[in-house]
């Protein structure tokens, strides 16, 4: 009867909603489109998540391909299951940690494969009966006829299953089951079944990272009819007269586990799933789950996320369509996804000394993708979540105690160094929010931190590019990309030396940013591996894309350009504005890159390749160059054909939220060229009008006049009513809130823009 | 220099210690001799252990044989290394974690086989140049000439290594060494370089338990001059130019992993490690070494160990000559190394759920041999270790809280139930304790946790046990044992229902205890397999021992003797005292039973089989049939025949104390054959004065006048000074201490012992 009534309510109250939405006032959640970057290298998750929240429960149509790293791939046709954890536009794939799977029949215990789900628990499902919206996901299981709705807390979320009259229905909980990409393994799991209407579990991973571990806890809303354990394809079970020794019914531990809550169902049974997760411990994952999500009300916690949703878009208020802003709002909310909450309502966290560590005084986040995100997206967090990065700086400098290398985070990824990509990009992130205000932590011990981890002895040729001034090609992979990002990291502790007045520091890591200089080869007009004779690498191919080469995931006609820190000594390296922006002209008009294992690099143009951040600053170089609307007229390209609100609009990884942060940062006008700076650079803005509310509590208010798809164009800047005649904004006119008023038109003013600085 | 100095003072320290020994005052530490038990069946180790405590340094000889539970036996020729953790006298292998071995030369990675130790890290070693006392292990290793001293505290452990000169000597530390007895299954581990002398790491064990987490910590007194982690032989370590991503030199996980600290060492250097485990962390284990070993005196921590022991055996002052106190302290010594303490200096502890529980008000214990210890054992603790045995009572129903299936402990260890033996014998050690007035728990708490074990639907056929009056053969393996041990179980509780008042249960545990009638049929005169609709098993061998049969390792005629609860009624069954002594002398007498897998079954005397708990009651049962001469002449026999102060001196496993308290209590004169019941039983007395201290601080005083091998008879016996012609002896008649007056001669007084109760 129960379930009846709530499906009833169910129905009335999903009918309500979007009533309301369409009558009512405007709800910026209502914007979010899931599903945008679901389909192709986009590689985020269409379930849903709390903002920064500590579990994305998400459904799985992949588990085995490394391109599917987030396990959904909209051009699926079949549903494996949902798990409880998902990694954003990652290009690796990870978690997906616990496969729910409701069943009807005798229930399978393996998945089955893509062209033939009916040999395993996959269903057929339709993107006509799958709806994504914040907070939550709905889907028609097509083979069994169970509805499934998926919502999430910050710590806990919840499964609404709804299914027909069955003899045998089930939940499977397969314990087994990750995001393993056909490469990590699964070496332990456990369940537990606490009581008969509460599981809990946990497994440990030898994935991305080396060892992660992560429980689970379930509850469900009504007592199973029976239960079974399965082990290998075996039910756990003492049998009196065969067995050795008695064997529990309620726990189990292996590796191809599989827990079953089995029920008879009667017709639109609604049968509700409470679930949460714990590094720490399934005690914790409990604890997290009774915090989480005390009550059944499925609706509720709906709402309460939508409404946390909405809060947290409201930073940021524009003027546009309705794609404009489902564009807009997309981008802000895969903004928001990640780095996730990494801590139990207790405050606990598995650390990267796999100690359990007590988070005091902040909350303690993981998932840093650094190497991404310390571009546009903590910039970003600098300005409106000032808040959140401080706990993630906190938490970065927790990771840094408890690194046996003493190293800030690379790409960590809950309690693991996965070592993924180059650089120690932890650093920007610090001195970019140190230098923005971002507060909290302790500068001292963030400075020692800082450059601890850029003095390390071990680390990936630190030491002899500190000795030579480039690391060298005959010693290390992807040299020329790290000694380039070594310099500007160096660039960045220089300015934070200098802001606590460390004047020896300071002198030192400027030489060290200078470092770039000793890459540069005059005679081809590029980066150039150098080995530690100092000869070039040759033979040399600046188009050459090669694993275990001089670049990282580039060419060296992209790498060449990795001068954020001093872009004006670049030009100089390349003859002056003329020459450098004519090189850079050239870029975009190379033929195609037929390199092998570029296909998961998308939204290329010549050899500008936005779907990768190494390109992510090379448009906004021509404003140092005075040609500021070449970048003007690039941008707005960029933003009409590799973004928008349908599943297949993005071109590429979005990485935790990087290419999202580019499009906001590149949407409003400005882009942080340089963290680390206290410099933004004027592009051209894609709103009419903006309010940015800051972390501070302040309004920037931006406003675009003559706005359009064809006035692409600068014609006149005003910055707190001043006019601006400078492609340089220093983050000081804004820190307090303030105006930048745009005037744009249908062709370049090449007048405006080529000041140093503003004149006036 | 350091080293030499410390080298000389060992050498002064050890003379002085042997020459004390022999010139000062007697210290009952020098008598125990670890060694007793470790060639042949006893399966103890030689190592040091503080009393009860958490990690038992020892030497291992072999892994891989289940007959080698121990890792040591006397008869092997060379030895593996030295590990953390042991198991006292179990007959099935574990623990063994952690293998440390100092090496000279190119550190080997893998032991190598007995038969060519040259192949591995194993080393010969003599037993010339060995010494084993109180918290105290000495080896020379012959093919390095390396000396290797142990010794341990309560949690924390430290090793003395005195290496030779060498350009290349190093301490190998061997994650994936733990006893497996070529059954059970590392499934992971990782090692930590905290920094250059200190080294932490786990390793997760599906073993004898399912999943048994244990942490270690090591310090060494200096730094080393280099390390390496090997992971499957190969150094973990980031090559620059060969790895695509940074791997950290100082911390690896996978499943073969070998730490290696590295020195270059002058002639007699000594370098010493401090070690201590945790179940919980790598913090944790740093902590309990911290905490336990704070400075580097290794003798400081040997005597402290050698003092906690002297007055944990100070409890039993007994007269003999040095022989006689050697078996008897190590008999005490061995009683007192199990359960074993089971929670860090912080109080936490891995409980039964997996998670992560805090002692509060009670010192946690693990490794729980209750169908062994149930017997003797425990009632011991309850005589005079009475806090310790509320603690481990306490321990027990913290597992009972922690468990899935709501049962108390079976034989669990460390975190994980093995399920292993029958019964529900932590049932006895309650109410025996509670009874004899060990205090702590709370008693309704503790009756809930007794009855509900008693009453699970699942564990075991008691279901139907209940239901039926017997577990039936056709439905569950061992039917026969576990009836037998059920009933006894249930008199227990009854009498614990009966002093809680609880008069209903009273009567239904009675009524289940009685259930031992059903399974004997007169017309065997034994007790014999029952099928659920009370058919007998036919056929029916009473000499059958078999795996899987009817009887849990023993024959009919070995388990018809066990109803310690009611002898008077198994008396009855069997027509009376002088048909049941007619049948118990024909148990003394029978041939060699040659059924296979017996061989590790020793001390047999025709069927009696001292070897293994079964019969270990079953002499003293001639003291109810009105022949007690018979029980005192063979008593007497066996602790002259099958224990004694040499390595092979046990003849079956020491069970984590079982086998050592039977000598204790029957060399002290009397023996608790119905632990649960308010009495003891008198035997025959082998010490001649014997001052017992009591767990209220009371003393009882044991006399035998004309005691010696020959007069082994009880003529006559006071009691507090009253004449006691029963061989009955209320434990209430001795609680507050007192005296036991024997007088012993050389033939049988058949007319002493006969009365049901004392006379006077």
Request: hydrophobic residues 35%.
């Amino acid at each position: 009867m129960r379930g009846i009534i709530l499906s009833l309510l169910l129905v009335v109250a999903g009918a309500s909603h979007y009533c309301q939405s369409a009558v009512a006032e405007e709800r910026l959640s209502d914007y979010i489109r899931p599903l945008v970057g679901t389909h192709g290298e986009g590689n985020t998750y269409p379930g849903p998540s709390a903002p920064f929240g500590m579990l994305q429960l998400s459904p799985d149509t992949e588990r085995d391909l490394w391109e599917t790293a987030s396990g959904y791939e909209y051009s699926d046709t079949s549903i494996m299951g949902f798990s409880l954890t998902h990694l954003s536009g990652t290009g690796i794939p990870d978690l997906g940690d616990f496969l729910f799977m409701p069943q009807i029949g005798e229930p399978k215990l393996t998945a089955g494969a893509k062209d033939d789900p009916d040999a395993g628990y996959r269903s057929r499902y339709s993107h006509d009966q799958e709806s994504a919206a914040a907070g939550y996901y709905q889907v028609k299981l097509l083979d069994s006829g169970i509805n499934v709705e998926l919502t999430a807390g910050e710590r806990a979320g919840m499964m609404r299953f709804t299914f027909p009259a069955s003899e045998q229905a089930s939940i499977m909980t397969d314990l087994q089951h990750f995001l393993r990409g056909n490469r990590f393994k699964l070496i332990w799991s456990h369940v537990r079944v606490e009581d008969p209407a509460t599981v809990t579990g946990y497994h440990l991973i030898n994935g991305w990272g080396k060892e992660r571990y992560l429980y689970f806890a379930a509850r469900y809303s009504r007592p199973f009819d029976s239960h079974r354990i399965m082990s290998d394809g075996n039910e756990v079970r003492y049998d009196s007269y065969k067995n050795y020794r008695f064997r529990s019914r309620n726990e189990a531990a292996g590796t191809n586990l599989q827990f079953l809550a089995e029920y008879k169902t009667h017709a639109d049974e609604v049968i509700t799933v409470k679930v949460a997760v714990s590094a720490v411990s399934a005690a914790n994952a409990l604890k997290n789950l009774d915090a989480g999500a005390p009550g059944w009300d499925f609706d509720a916690m709906r709402e309460a996320t939508r409404k946390a949703w909405d809060e947290e878009l409201s930073r940021i208020q524009i003027e546009g369509d309705a794609a404009e802003k489902e564009t807009f709002y997309t981008a802000l909310y895969h903004c928001f996804l990640a780095p996730n909450l990494y801590a139990d309502v207790t405050g606990e966290y598995r650390g990267l000394d796999s100690n359990i560590h007590q988070a005091d005084g902040f909350q303690n986040y993981a998932v840093f993708s650094l190497w991404d995100t310390y571009r546009a997206t903590h910039p970003l967090f600098a300005l409106i979540q000032a808040e959140r990065d401080g706990d993630m700086i906190e938490s970065m400098l927790a990771h840094f105690d408890q690194s046996v290398d003493h190293l800030l985070p690379m790409w960590s990824l809950q309690g693991n160094e996965t070592w993924c990509m180059i650089g120690y990009h932890a650093v920007p992130v610090i001195v970019d929010g140190y230098l923005k205000g971002v507060r909290r932590f302790d500068a001292e011990r963030a400075y020692e931190a800082v450059k601890t981890t850029a003095m390390n002895p071990d680390y990936d040729g630190v030491a002899t590019y500190d000795k030579l001034g480039w690391v060298p090609c005959d010693q290390e992979n992807e040299s020329v990309s790290k000694t380039l990002e070594y310099a500007y990291d160096d660039y960045c502790i220089a300015q934070m030396a200098k802001a606590l007045g460390k004047d020896d520091d300071y002198a030192y890591f400027m030489r060290r940013a200078n470092s770039y200089k000793n890459l540069f080869d005059p005679s081809v007009g590029l980066m150039r591996g150098k080995d530690a004779e100092g000869d070039w690498r040759t033979p040399f191919d600046a188009h050459e894309y090669v694993h275990l080469g001089d670049f990282t995931e580039g060419t060296s006609w992209q790498y060449t350009w990795y001068v954020p820190q001093d872009v004006p000594g670049l030009i100089a390296l390349m003859g002056g504005n003329e020459a450098f922006c004519e090189k850079l002209d050239s870029l975009f008009s190379f033929g195609e890159n037929d390199s092998e294992g570029l296909d998961d690099i998308q939204g290329r143009i010549g050899e500008y390749w936005h779907g990768n951040e190494p390109s992510h600053h090379i448009i906004y170089l021509y404003c140092y160059a005075g040609q500021p609307w070449k970048a003007q007229e690039t941008l707005r390209r960029i933003l009409r054909t590799q973004y928008g609100n349908q599943p297949h609009s993005l071109t590429g990884n979005d990485d935790c939220g990087q290419m999202s942060a580019w499009y906001l940062f590149t949407a409003l006008g400005f882009y942080p060229v340089c963290p680390g700076s206290d410099e933004y650079i004027i592009g051209s803005p894609a709103v009419s009008e903006a309010t940015v509310r800051l972390s501070n509590g302040k309004e920037l208010t931006i406003t675009a006049e003559n706005q359009s798809d064809e006035n692409v164009y600068v014609q006149s800047v005003r910055v707190n009513g001043k006019p601006w005649n400078s492609v340089h904004l220093p983050h000081k006119e804004i820190a307090n809130g303030g105006t930048i008023e745009f005037t744009m038109g249908p062709t370049p003013n090449k007048a405006w823009g080529v000041a140093k600085k503003n004149a006036s």
